[in-house]
């Protein structure tokens, strides 16, 4: 099974190259049509990275026979805090983002850090071409809700999960 990964600064100028080793790396596996979605969700997580953990951090990209696993690694101990904004707001949304993107995706805490990752199935071509992308794309959108939507308060599907790691001997 192939995987890649790559260790960047916390700078917000990692976030880019973040983007571009994923999209570069997928291509390289034959699977550039995946670069569009894991790109965007390795910009999340990297930034993620850059704004609250301020840590180096690393970029992994593992390809199954199923699926794409994206994830990032840090060096801070608090795991992601879902923030609920309202809808004006310019922030805070970018891990409803990663839910609605993935197939599903969570955090696994280690004693000297996290890994967030993200999972995309390989089997969820557009058979239909634009027509399937502009409702997925409704359908994103529609997450997010309007002003005064009720369900907007409810950020996830319920795909995340927290796993915690014992302590390595």
Known sequence: MPHAEVTLPADASSVPTARHFVESILTSWGQPDKGWAAALLISELSANCTLHARTAFT???ELTEEE???QVSDG????PA???YGT???TGRGLRLVDELSAGW???LRDDGKTVWAV???DDEDADGDDEAEEDLDALLAAFGEPGDADAADPFSGRAHLQQWPAAA
């Open 82 to 84: 879902v923030r609920d």
């Open 59 to 61: 970029v992994g990209v």
């Open 106 to 108: 969570g955090v696994d």
């Open 120 to 122: 995309l199935r390989l």
């Open 68 to 70: 794409v696993r994206l």
């Open 76 to 79: 801070s101990l608090r795991a």
């Open 88 to 90: 004006s707001a310019t």
